[in-house]
């Protein structure tokens, strides 16, 4: 069984910093691409895309959205099996719950995911 587990949400300033953490086991993290999406109030039927990165530990890949790039940074620990985002200068509009997804190809797309965690909420206050 597949487990994505997400941690790190939580309530910050504008201008502030959180870092998320997804942890799997090292059969996915090392076979498959790991993604970050975000589900904004009152947006249920969208995942809109926040970064991704590949499984391939030389030549690494990651893509990241344009609302967030240079903001947000996507990076893997392979001692922990754990890919993170960090948030930096964060703004209301970030306030979401966050998701991280499994699949084995890197993509933008929500619904080109296999697996998916619970979700961790991150509130960015004015």
């Known amino acids: 069984q597949v487990r994505l587990v997400e941690s790190g949400g939580g309530m910050v300033q504008a201008g502030g910093s959180l870092r998320l953490s997804c942890a799997t086991s090292?059969?996915?993290?090392?076979?498959?691409?790991m993604g970050w999406f975000r589900q904004a109030p009152g947006k249920e039927r969208e995942r809109e895309f926040v970064a991704a990165i590949t499984w391939r530990w030389s030549n690494s890949s990651t893509a990241y959205a344009d609302s967030v790039k240079g903001r947000f940074t996507i990076f893997r620990d392979k001692f922990k099996n754990t890919v993170y985002l960090q948030m930096n200068s964060l703004k209301p509009e970030d306030t979401a719950v966050y998701y991280c997804?499994?699949?084995?190809?890197?993509?933008?797309?929500?619904?080109?995911?296999?697996?998916w965690g619970q979700g961790t909420q991150v509130t960015v206050s004015s």
């Open positions: 090292g059969h996915i993290f090392n076979r498959y691409a």
């Open positions: 997804a499994a699949d084995p190809v890197l993509h933008r797309a929500y619904s080109e995911y296999d697996y």
